[in-house]
């Protein structure tokens, strides 16, 4: 037992040391040997994993390679569960951790997944992951989140993953995939309280609604880069700054010592009302 342990910890070093994997394709890795320049093959055959490494080879048990690379196929999961507190509860009765035992574990291709008992209903189920039913690699869903968030468009995206990677979604798998865990991490970070600093960047931009004209206001605390509001409007008075700045200090949980905002004086009223202590006018944010 001391040995798997100790195998796990370093195949989470090679995860942590970064570069050391690489994806050939969905049953097979290469992770690169820790003593010398070679690679070892990491391939799923007959539903099991098994290395190329002197290690595996000898024991025919898992070795810090495998280990790795089943780290590295659930980060995502990792990443979700702690996002989402939901994942971590009852799916009957909806009890919380605290009433969950852990009765052992199911193998697949990812990994041991943690079976539960749950004490207040007695039901049993396997550990939910954000990922599960999802037909895709969970490294490639992740992939393609970040590479639309960072502006290309769902076409794009698509693309990338059929020549990069050899995993062809349509572009409306993509949309979906972006619709359902943006949902899932929306849902948590609407309940967050989030810690910022004192002073705060306004801005309004006029954009069209339907055809109208309308208003987008931001608040953005300059410390952490948490948008800390944001609100579209028809007008652009001291009524409609106030309710988003009111917003603002909600959510923050207390009221900022500097607004940095345009010229715009509906802002300066809004800042009198919530008893800013000061009101920085005319200057822009250069983000440093």
């Known amino acids: 037992m001391a040995g798997a342990r100790m195998r796990l910890l370093r195949g989470l070093e090679i995860v942590l040391m970064g570069g050391q994997i690489r994806r050939v394709s969905r049953d097979k890795f290469l992770v690169k040997s820790q003593k010398g320049n070679g690679w070892y093959e990491v391939v799923w055959r007959n539903r099991k994993w098994r290395c190329s490494c002197a290690d595996y080879k000898k024991r025919k048990k898992d070795c810090k390679h495998i280990?790795?690379?089943?780290?590295?196929?659930?980060?995502?999961?990792?990443?979700?569960?702690?996002?989402?507190?939901?994942?971590?509860?009852?799916?009957?009765?909806?009890?919380?951790?605290?009433?969950?035992?852990?009765?052992?574990?199911?193998?697949?291709?990812?990994?041991?997944?943690?079976?539960?008992?749950?004490?207040?209903?007695?039901?049993?189920?396997?550990?939910?992951?954000a990922f599960k039913s999802m037909r895709s690699d969970p490294f490639i869903i992740v992939l393609a989140l970040d590479l639309y968030l960072k502006g290309l468009s769902t076409r794009m995206v698509a693309h990338h993953l059929s020549t990069m990677y050899g995993c062809n979604v349509s572009h409306m798998t993509v949309y979906r995939?972006?619709?359902?865990?943006?949902?899932?991490?929306?849902?948590?970070?609407?309940?967050?309280?989030?810690?910022?600093?004192?002073?705060?960047?306004?801005?309004?931009?006029?954009?069209?609604?339907?055809?109208?004209?309308?208003?987008?206001?931001?608040?953005?605390?300059?410390?952490?880069?948490?948008?800390?509001?944001?609100?579209?409007?028809?007008?652009?008075?001291?009524?409609?700054?106030?309710?988003?700045?009111?917003?603002?200090?909600?959510?923050?949980?207390?009221?900022?010592?500097?607004?940095?905002?345009?010229?715009?004086?509906?802002?300066?009223?809004?800042?009198k009302a919530v008893g800013v202590r000061r009101h920085i006018k005319n200057v822009k944010f250069s983000g440093k």
């Open 67 to 129: 280990y790795a690379v089943l780290t590295f196929l659930n980060l995502p999961s990792i990443l979700m569960r702690n996002l989402v507190p939901d994942l971590n509860s009852c799916p009957r009765c909806g009890a919380g951790q605290e009433y969950l035992v852990k009765i052992g574990f199911r193998k697949n291709r990812s990994g041991p997944v943690r079976r539960f008992k749950c004490k207040k209903c007695g039901h049993t189920f396997t550990e939910r992951l």
């Open 177 to 271: 995939w972006f619709r359902k865990y943006v949902k899932l991490i929306s849902a948590y970070i609407k309940k967050l309280k989030p810690k910022v600093g004192k002073r705060w960047h306004a801005d309004e931009t006029k954009i069209n609604v339907n055809g109208e004209p309308a208003y987008i206001w931001n608040i953005l605390d300059r410390k952490t880069r948490f948008l800390l509001a944001s609100y579209i409007t028809r007008g652009r008075g001291a009524k409609e700054a106030l309710k988003v700045l009111e917003s603002a200090v909600k959510r923050a949980g207390g009221k900022p010592c500097d607004l940095i905002t345009d010229g715009l004086r509906s802002y300066e009223k809004a800042a």
